[in-house]
């Protein structure tokens, strides 16, 4: 079908109530799942359930660009953390249905095409939880406009805050303004969530790195390894280093001695992580989860506290400057 064979003389337009009194079904199931954090429900009520037409002044611009804006993106990160739940109980239940050694003694059930729904699963999780940072980031954009270098309104992503949080907050003015204090507060509040110590340093890279090769490679670039425990259960580990490639360490039997290789334990203890992936997905989870929360606290109080600003005509000026638009009407038949 093409945009041409449709009416497009419209008559009447059918859609959603614009004006709401009350929470809609879904923000409600996620708040009540314990997958929406507190503070974005409490955001989401403040902002009169994002109902057209409710919008505080600071984004109250005359076509309603803003707001709507806020609105959209706000949704997608709720969408991001309903998903990244989903696709992590599809992940649990996926991954303990791939065959091994031990559920074959122990007379347990697998299923054959568990591996491949697995694989699938874990990696709709990371695109997921990324969204829901990147989503978190663009919130932040569109209150703190312009204060976190290289995080412009439209195109923010979370990777720009943490580069922003490896570098210590440069003094502020002499004249400190409500947005110079909630820009501290997100520094402060963000940095141990984004920058622990050891042993969950770097978690944050790590995941970025997964997710940037099962986007652009797929699943296939990553090397899975199952290991067992005392009782012959096996879990399977994931390198947190790439590329990984078991091929270098082998040799064949008749080759010729080379030079002496790691041991296995010490190999395995410097490129797999710690824990298996179950644990490492549940983890990975709630941590995105707790620095969303954190991001949505700071923008639901800024939300009370810059109602009655002025138009925020630097984000409008940012979000109307990132419009893209491409000439592409259909392909050819």
Request: glycine letters at 6%.
């Amino acid at each position: 079908m093409k945009l041409e064979n449709c009416k497009l003389e419209v008559d009447r337009v059918v859609a959603a109530p614009m004006v709401r009194t009350g929470p809609e079904p879904d923000w409600v199931a996620a708040r009540g799942a314990g997958v929406l954090p507190t503070a974005g429900f409490d955001l989401y009520s403040r902002s009169s359930f994002l109902s057209f037409g409710s919008a505080p002044r600071f984004l109250a611009d005359e076509k309603h660009l803003l707001f709507s804006y806020f609105a959209m993106v706000f949704r997608s990160v709720r969408d991001a953390l309903v998903d990244a739940d989903v696709e992590l109980r599809a992940f649990s239940e996926s991954q303990a249905r791939v065959y091994d050694p031990g559920k074959r003694i122990r007379g347990e059930q697998w299923d054959p095409a568990a591996p491949e729904r697995a694989r699938r699963h874990f990696c709709l999780l990371l695109l997921s939880l990324q969204a829901g940072l990147d989503a978190t980031a663009e919130l932040i954009a569109l209150f703190l406009t312009g204060l976190i270098p290289g995080l412009p309104l439209g195109r923010a992503q979370f990777s720009r805050i943490e580069r922003w949080l490896e570098q210590p907050l440069p003094p502020g003015g002499l004249i400190v303004t409500p947005q110079r204090v909630f820009l501290e507060r997100l520094y402060m509040d963000l940095s141990p969530l984004v920058k622990p110590g050891d042993p969950e340093c770097d978690w944050l890279p790590l995941m970025r790195m997964l997710r940037n090769k099962a986007a652009h490679l797929g699943d296939a670039v990553f090397q899975y390894m199952s290991l067992h425990d005392q009782d012959g259960r096996f879990y399977t580990f994931i390198p947190r280093q790439w590329p990984f490639i078991p091929e270098e360490h082998i040799r064949a039997a008749n080759a010729v001695p080379g030079p002496a290789h790691e041991a296995f334990p010490e190999l395995l203890r410097r490129t797999l992580m710690h824990e298996d992936m179950v644990s490492y997905a549940s983890g990975l989870r709630r941590k995105v989860t707790e620095v969303v929360a954190a991001g949505l606290a700071i923008v639901d109080t800024a939300y009370v506290q810059f109602r009655d600003f002025p138009l925020n005509t630097a984000a409008l000026a940012e979000l109307q400057g990132s419009a893209e638009s491409y000439a592409f009407k259909h392909f050819r038949q």
